[in-house]
């Protein structure tokens, strides 16, 4: 049974850094593209950052480019969201999500699925 679990959220204020984790299991980890969502309320899920970790290739949404940085540790089997200069716009619950292979960035071609974690940036 494919699981992944999300930890890290919680409530910041802007400017402030925080730290995702995803940790999937029941998967061969070099074999999936893993992508972090996020959700904000009455929103749609919209990707923010992928990465295959066969070669670590990543790949970032505008709006968070130069501020998140996404990498994995393939000895813990584990991504991390590194997130800094966080803003209020950031709000949303963040998702971890996993699909075979190839990289998207549409929620509609992912399998697998966390339950998400809150990130909350005050103003």
């Known amino acids: 049974q494919v699981q992944l679990v999300e930890s890290g959220g919680g409530l910041v204020q802007t400017g402030d850094s925080l730290t995702l984790s995803c940790a999937p299991s029941?998967?061969?980890?070099?074999?999936?593209?893993l992508g972090w969502f996020r959700q904000a309320p009455g929103k749609q899920h919209v990707f923010v950052a992928g990465?295959?970790?066969?070669?670590?290739?990543?790949y970032y949404a505008d709006s968070v480019k130069g501020r998140f940085t996404i990498s994995s540790d393939n000895a813990k089997n584990t991504v991390y969201l590194r997130m800094h200069t966080l803003k209020p716009e950031d709000t949303a619950v963040y998702y971890c999500?996993?699909?075979?292979?190839?990289?998207?960035?549409?929620?509609?071609?992912?399998?697998?699925w966390g339950q998400g974690t809150q990130v909350t940036v005050s103003s």
């Open positions: 990465i295959h970790t066969r070669d670590d290739h990543t």
């Open positions: 999500a996993a699909r075979k292979s190839t990289p998207s960035f549409s929620a509609l071609e992912y399998d697998y």
């Open positions: 029941g998967l061969t980890f070099s074999s999936y593209f």
